[in-house]
């Protein structure tokens, strides 16, 4: 995982394929708060964000997940959440697979804690779990933007 701010790029320590796509002009924090909830995939590009907005809920209402063939990239938009990471594989035979490439697991529990604010983003590889959305002090609702970026991208 690697965590760090649209705004200080240079400071994350992203592979190059990924800072080139956070360095885009049309994902600099201004241009994603202002585009519309949704899918969005630019012409030619086998990346895609989804934008929208959710309720942050206790840790106990979380489920932990994984991604075998994507990447996420979860950017902070609007408002704060606690995202738990772990730093080790959880993958197990049985676990469930919600959507295609998303698989939830109750096995292990994630040590790392993230608290994100606006500009702030937690890059999670294939594999490393991730419990999304957790509230930080009460329920909220935020707006995020989750890039998708396929395993080839990540492979240089």
């Known amino acids: ?3 760090g701010n649209l705004n200080a790029l240079q400071m994350a320590g992203l592979p ?3 800072r080139q796509l956070l360095s885009r002009a049309d994902c600099s924090l201004p241009a994603l708060m202002a585009r519309e909830d949704g899918r969005w995939q630019p012409e030619g590009c086998a ?8 309720l942050t ?3 106990t209402q ?3 997940e994984y991604h075998r063939d994507w990447a996420d990239i979860q950017v902070m938009l609007a408002g704060c959440e606690l995202i738990r990471a772990g730093v080790r594989s959880v993958a197990q035979e049985g676990d469930e697979e919600r959507k295609p490439d998303l698989f939830i697991t109750h096995h292990g529990n ?3 804690d993230i608290t994100l604010q606006s500009g702030d983003f937690a890059l999670f590889m294939p594999g490393e779990p991730h419990q999304a959305l957790c509230l930080v002090d009460s329920p909220v609702t935020v707006r995020k933007a989750v890039f998708k970026i396929p395993r080839a991208m990540l492979v240089a």
């Open 1 to 3: 995982m690697i965590i």
């Open 57 to 59: 809920q206790p840790v």
């Open 16 to 18: 190059n394929e990924i």
């Open 62 to 64: 979380r489920h932990t």
């Open 47 to 54: 990346w895609f964000c989804t934008l929208s907005d959710a």
């Open 110 to 112: 994630p040590t790392v």
